[in-house]
């Protein structure tokens, strides 16, 4: 039996599990890390954007105009410890093919991709179609991103306003 405080391995084998009682559901466990053990870090797959595959791709991710990840780059001194500003990231691609190629960037520009905004809009408009179609999406969720996506001007706006940076900032 358990008591207060007490570790146990976790099934992963780097998590040790604090069990606390609790009265209304018996024993309450919280994973505790384990520092002095190593863990593998894993990743979702990505496309070749590096936009994740797995889940529901909303219109940002599957109409893209850059790079969205769920993690961020660091130089050295990490932020060891630190967990709090693991918001994300986004690489904006290129506006041109000049521009692309100038910066050694294998993403296809915004240009290459879409062609003209009313291009990228209309993209849009038929991603959020087939979400409202599988019931993954309001209707009214829909026309916003529509209506945005009609307000960007992607090939002539380096980045969709209001658009997360490196770390959330």
Not at 1 to 10: F, K
Not at 134 to 144: G, W
Request: hydrophobic share 35%; glycine share 8%; aromatic share 6%.
């Amino acid at each position: 039996m358990l008591r207060l405080g007490a570790y146990s391995p976790s099934t992963a084998g780097n998590i040790a599990t604090a069990c606390i009682p609790c009265p209304a559901h018996g024993l309450t466990c919280f994973p505790r890390p384990d520092p002095s053990r190593q863990y593998r870090a894993l990743v979702s797959r990505v496309d070749g954007d590096g936009n994740e595959v797995a889940g529901i791709r909303l219109p940002d991710i599957a109409v893209p105009l850059g790079t969205h990840t769920g993690w961020n780059i660091y130089a050295e001194p990490f932020p060891e410890g630190e967990l709090c500003d693991r918001d994300g990231s986004f690489a904006p691609f290129a506006r041109t093919r000049a521009e692309r190629v100038a910066s050694g960037d294998p993403r296809p520009s915004l240009e290459e991709r879409y062609g003209t905004s009313a291009r990228y809009a209309s993209r849009t408009e038929t991603v959020t179609r087939a979400l409202v179609q599988m019931r993954l999406l309001l209707p009214e969720d829909a026309e916003r991103f529509v209506e945005a996506a009609r307000s960007r001007r992607p090939v002539t706006l380096p980045v969709a306003p209001g658009r997360l940076r490196r770390g959330g900032k």
